[in-house]
């Protein structure tokens, strides 16, 4: 009986050793799975195919925790934007790094610009390629940056 009840006892431990244990790995490894899903599906990963920035030096004036989407996703407040005379580069905080490479977009490679409003704040929307690849969308503010007027196609 007694052999039982200590059992029974240390049975707890072991689950909740294995609920923190299965979490530990778990919710990374979902986390990686869900960001690089992401990148394919808003249209990150066929930009990089194109425009990704490799070991290019990053410069410019820099803008952090911007507000932007890529294709239809957003990433609310994690990027990084640098602008440059021949264009920007983007890239995301390193937590959501997985299947997103910086990318640098010259102001070449802009085929259309479009301004449009977002609940309560402007927004312009940059169309990469021609044929187009992706579309890039940031606050109107950001997009007017000090180089943007060249993104002018």
């Known amino acids: 009986m007694s052999s039982a009840a200590e059992t029974g006892a240390s049975n707890p431990l072991w689950l909740t050793l294995w609920i923190i244990g299965g979490f530990v790995i778990v919710f990374p490894v ?3 799975l869900i960001v690089w899903f992401l ?3 808003g249209g990150w990963q066929r930009l990089a195919r194109s425009y990704a920035a490799g070991s290019r030096p990053v410069t410019g004036e820099r803008r952090s925790g911007v507000w932007g989407m890529v294709g239809w996703v957003s990433y609310r407040f994690v990027l990084t934007l640098h602008f440059t005379a021949e264009g920007f580069f983007i890239e995301v905080m390193p937590l959501f790094r997985i299947g997103h490479p910086r990318l640098f977009i010259p ?3 802009i085929s ?3 301004s449009s409003r977002l609940l309560w704040f402007r927004t312009e929307t940059l169309k990469v390629g021609r044929p ?3 579309s890039i969308t940031l606050p109107a503010k950001v997009a007017a940056g000090p180089m943007a007027s060249q993104a002018r196609p």
Do not use: D, E, K, P
């Open 39 to 41: 990148s394919h599906l």
């Open 107 to 109: 102001w070449t490679a």
């Open 132 to 134: 187009l690849i992706g």
């Open 112 to 114: 259309a610009r479009s």
């Open 30 to 32: 979902l986390w990686c």
